[in-house]
């Protein structure tokens, strides 16, 4: 069983917008500083965004700045990524990592965004 799924991934054009979904299962959630990573062939995993537990704190990638807003919902163990002004260069398989920062950690499979004309 994953305590990580993720979803919402697709085929876009560029300009267009997705909203990818991770949700979160047999964790607490609250308890968990949560992320999203890309990656695509022959290159290392990327940090996109992270969340910080209560949902205060965010961080980007400069890549995405201004374009791309994480989020979560602790009422339903959910985070989320919205991405607007989607560009050729975002596309890659997204992933979501959960981490407590003392030992759990955990990944989900991803979800791949498609960004082409």
């Known amino acids: 069983q994953e305590h990580l799924v993720e979803s919402g991934g697709g085929l876009v054009q560029p300009g267009g917008s997705l909203r990818l979904s991770c949700a979160v299962s047999?964790?607490?959630?609250?308890?968990?500083?949560m992320s999203w990573y890309r990656q695509t062939p022959g290159k290392e995993r990327e940090l996109v965004a992270t969340?910080?537990?209560?949902?205060?704190?965010?961080r980007y990638a400069e890549s995405v700045k201004g374009r791309f807003t994480i989020s979560r919902d602790n009422d339903k163990d959910t985070m989320y990524l919205q991405m607007d002004s989607l560009k050729l260069d975002d596309t890659a398989m997204y992933y979501c990592?959960?981490?407590?920062?003392?030992?759990?950690?955990?990944w989900g499979l991803g979800t791949r965004v498609t960004v082409s004309s």
């Open positions: 047999d964790l607490t959630f609250l308890f968990y500083w």
């Open positions: 969340i910080s537990p209560s949902g205060e704190s965010t």
């Open positions: 990592r959960a981490d407590d920062k003392i030992g759990g950690d955990y």
